[in-house]
């Protein structure tokens, strides 16, 4: 059974940090690519950072860039998120999803990915 768990979400205040985790499980190889997106209430989905199975150039969202760093531990089967100097607008719902040569020039769109994670909830605020 394919399955993507989230962990490593809660409650930081600005300037502070949090890293994510994204542990995968039961997928094939080609179902490798890696991205994080997020969802703000109220607001549509966003692609946030993305990172291919062989860990090649990763894609980021430009509000993130220079701030959240994705990696890849493959030997964990386990994608990061680091999140560095958050701001009140990074908080959402945070969910991870696999995707077959995804993370491309298209790599925002959802509904290039196959497998999604539940979620985990990231709360910036004072």
């Known amino acids: 059974q394919s399955q993507l768990v989230e962990s490593g979400g809660g409650l930081a205040q600005p300037g502070r940090s949090l890293r994510l985790s994204c542990a995968a499980s039961?997928?094939?190889?080609?179902?490798?690519?890696i991205a994080w997106f997020r969802q703000a209430p109220g607001k549509e989905r966003e692609g946030v950072s993305c990172?291919?199975?062989?860990?090649?150039?990763?894609k980021y969202a430009g509000s993130v860039r220079g701030r959240f760093t994705i990696s890849r531990d493959n030997s964990k089967n386990t994608v990061y998120l680091q999140m560095n100097s958050l701001k009140p607008e990074d908080t959402g719902v945070y969910s991870c999803?696999?995707?077959?040569?995804?993370?491309?020039?298209?790599?925002?769109?959802?509904?290039?990915?196959?497998?999604w994670g539940q979620g985990t909830q990231v709360t910036v605020s004072s």
């Open positions: 999803a696999a995707g077959r040569k995804s993370c491309g020039f298209l790599w925002v769109l959802g509904a290039r990915y196959a497998y």
């Open positions: 039961g997928l094939t190889s080609d179902y490798n690519d």
């Open positions: 990172i291919s199975s062989s860990g090649g150039t990763p």
